[in-house]
């Protein structure tokens, strides 16, 4: 049983289209994360969130909007791709907003833009 | 500005042998350091952790160790088995000085580890 899952696994789509990427997490927790893996591989936090309440919020061009609908979802919805937002984006959940807190991620999602 | 890098983008290592994994970092505020492991099409695992308070932490096989003057942790590894081959991410966050930001986590770019029969 899957515990933090991702849909969908591949996403390729043309510029200029709006897309969503669902992330679900039945472990329990009450804390949830959106990464971004760009093309030089580094891991990068986009946002988090603490029982539905927005606490972490990078530098992150505002056409990326999340949305935890209860504390086990947090989809991330991209408004008018562009070729620079091609990369794999990973889920991850904790018990605990702390980084002392085991994140567990998801299997990711690697969007492609035309 | 990366705060935290792995400069070797791979390693290959006999089995049995040990596997050094390297990383460094710039920024003074971080005082809990994690190693994630990774296999393809999966998401990263956590594998161990230290903090600054510690310069070394053992668990089985895998060692980190830290040193907080030269801003340089490591990862090692014995004996190595092929089933640890795989990306190693360090990562590293400011969890006593940060302020609210005690929950971010700052990702290195990883090193591929292969380990051969």
């Known amino acids: 049983d899957t515990a933090v899952s991702q849909t969908p696994k591949y996403l390729v789509t043309q510029m200029g289209n709006d897309k969503s990427i669902k992330c679900e997490q039945n472990?329990?927790?009450?804390?949830m994360y959106w990464y971004k893996q760009d093309s030089k591989k580094f891991l990068k936090i986009m946002f988090s969130y603490n029982n539905k309440e927005l606490i972490i919020n990078e530098t992150v061009p505002n056409r990326f909007s999340p949305k935890s609908p209860d504390k086990a979802h947090l989809n991330l919805h991209i408004n008018s791709l562009e070729l620079g937002d091609s990369a794999v984006y990973f889920c991850?959940?904790?018990?605990?907003?702390?980084?002392?807190?085991?994140?567990?991620f998801g299997p990711g999602t690697r969007l492609t833009v035309l | 500005d990366q705060q935290v890098k792995q400069n070797s983008p791979s390693l290959s290592v006999q089995e049995g042998r040990i596997s050094i994994l390297n990383c460094d970092y710039t920024n003074s505020m971080f005082d809990y350091f994690l190693w994630y492991k990774k296999y393809p099409a999966e998401g990263p695992t956590f594998l161990i952790s230290?903090?600054?308070?510690?310069d070394k932490n053992e668990d089985g096989r895998f060692t980190v160790f830290l040193n907080k003057s030269a801003k340089h942790l490591s990862l090692h590894i014995v004996p190595s088995q092929p089933g640890d081959s795989a990306v190693y991410f360090c990562a590293a966050s400011a969890y006593w000085s940060g302020g609210t930001s005690y929950g971010k986590l700052t990702f290195g770019q990883g090193t591929i580890l292969t380990v051969h029969p």
């Open positions: 472990l329990g927790h009450d804390t």
């Open positions: 230290i903090s600054s308070i510690k």
């Open positions: 991850a959940s904790s018990q605990g907003r702390r980084s002392l807190n085991e994140q567990f």
